[in-house]
């Protein structure tokens, strides 16, 4: 069965540093990944998903996040964090063929620091 | 605009009381989910429905009840049944019965026992 593992549930960084949210997944076939952000209170909005058509995945608000097989991970990055970017982060997995439901990781909270 | 709607945003439950969660979508979703979301724990999986009237229960199904009678609706109610209700809760569709493509949240209805 597929698995996600968030590592860090917390992640606090500077405003203008780099933002790294791990994410490695297990999955015996070729997954499809997504990372969701979830802001105070609201639901939780796509910022990017991986379907096997490239490896480097560019999202919304200036996030990507690259697909690496051989360590079965699907890391989040931006290059500069802003003040906005504090929410909790969640990556999920499906795995192809026809699977019913996203798993999803038990999430990891962004802080931004002035 | 299409979307999800979730109400009321907040519900609050006496002791031994059924309440009903609203969720519908004008997407034209074929899936609609239930997830429940506490701190720390992630998004768990109540109920799901591929079609309409039918529906599986997720991990966490007991003290909740669902229906699908129309494509565009899935309300939840959460029983007398369920020792600790309270807790956000988040509906989710998908295009198709697939999970391949993600999902789309609505904004949540947040339950609390008084």
């Known amino acids: 069965a597929q698995s996600v593992t968030q590592l860090g549930s917390h992640v606090s960084v500077s405003e203008g540093a780099l933002v790294l949210l791990r994410c490695n997944y297990s999955s015996s076939v070729p997954p499809y990944l997504f990372w969701y952000v979830q802001y105070p209170n609201q639901g939780l909005q796509l910022l990017l998903k991986y379907t096997s058509a490239a490896t480097l995945v560019k999202g919304i608000n200036g996030f990507e996040a690259e697909f690496k097989k051989s360590e079965t991970s699907f890391h989040l990055t931006k290059p500069s964090a802003h003040m906005s970017d504090a929410a909790e982060y969640f990556c999920?997995?499906?795995?192809?063929?026809?699977?019913?439901?996203?798993?999803f990781g038990k999430g990891t909270k962004l802080t931004v620091n002035p | 605009d299409g979307g999800i709607t979730q109400s009321p945003k907040y519900l609050f439950r006496k002791e031994g009381q059924n309440v009903t969660l609203s969720c519908e979508q004008n997407?034209?979703?074929?899936?609609m989910y239930w997830y429940r979301q506490d701190p720390g724990q992630g998004l768990r999986l109540i109920y799901y429905?591929?079609?309409?009237?039918?529906?599986q229960k997720g991990d966490i199904a007991e003290g909740y009840s669902v229906s699908r009678e129309k494509k565009e609706s899935f309300p939840l109610t959460v029983t007398s049944a369920q020792k600790n209700p309270t807790a956000f809760y988040l509906c989710a569709s998908s295009i198709t019965p697939s999970a391949n493509y993600g999902y789309t949240f609505g904004s949540g209805t947040r339950l609390t026992v008084v």
């Open positions: 429905s591929q079609i309409v009237n039918d529906f």
């Open positions: 997407l034209n979703h074929d899936a």
């Open positions: 999920a997995v499906s795995v192809g063929g026809g699977s019913e439901k996203l798993v």
